[in-house]
Nanobody
C-alpha cells in the first residue's frame, strides 16, 4: 500500500505561481509512475501532467503545456508540479496519483483509470 500526501496549494492571483509537492510513503521500494489531476466544482477529474519512474518521460494536458512542469529527482518518490502563469480556470482541487509496476512505471499515463493510488487533494484557487 502507498500513501500519497499533497501540499503546496493555496490562493494566488492570476499570473502568479505555485509549486505543489506529492510525497509517497509506505511501499516505496517499488517503482511508480506518477501524475497530477485536478477537479473543479461540478466537473469531472481531468489529467494535468504525468511522469514516468525515472523522470525522463513526461506528458501534459494541452491546457497547461508551457505553463506547468512536472518533475521528480532521480526516481524518487516525491513529485512536484511547478505551476506558472496561473489562470482563474486553473482553480481546482489538485490530486496526486501513482501507478506501480516495474515495467509499467516506465511510461507516463494520462487516464484516471491507469492509476492505483490517490492522494486526498490540495486546493488551488486563482483569483482574477
Amino acid at each position: 500500500q502507498v500513501q500519497l500526501v499533497e501540499s503546496g496549494g493555496g490562493l494566488v492571483q492570476a499570473g502568479g505561481s505555485l509549486r505543489l509537492s506529492c510525497a509517497a510513503s509506505g511501499r516505496t521500494s517499488s517503482r511508480y509512475a506518477m501524475g497530477w489531476f485536478r477537479q473543479a466544482p461540478g466537473k469531472e477529474r481531468e489529467f494535468v501532467a504525468g511522469i514516468n519512474w525515472s523522470g525522463q518521460i513526461t506528458d501534459y494536458a494541452d491546457s497547461v503545456k508551457g505553463r506547468f512542469t512536472i518533475s521528480r529527482v532521480n526516481g524518487g518518490n516525491t513529485v512536484y508540479l511547478q505551476m506558472n502563469s496561473l489562470k482563474p480556470e486553473d482553480t481546482a482541487v489538485y490530486y496526486c496519483a501513482a501507478k506501480g509496476g516495474y515495467f509499467s512505471s516506465a511510461y507516463a499515463y494520462s487516464s484516471t483509470s491507469d492509476y492505483d493510488y490517490w492522494g486526498q487533494g490540495t486546493q488551488v484557487t486563482v483569483s482574477s
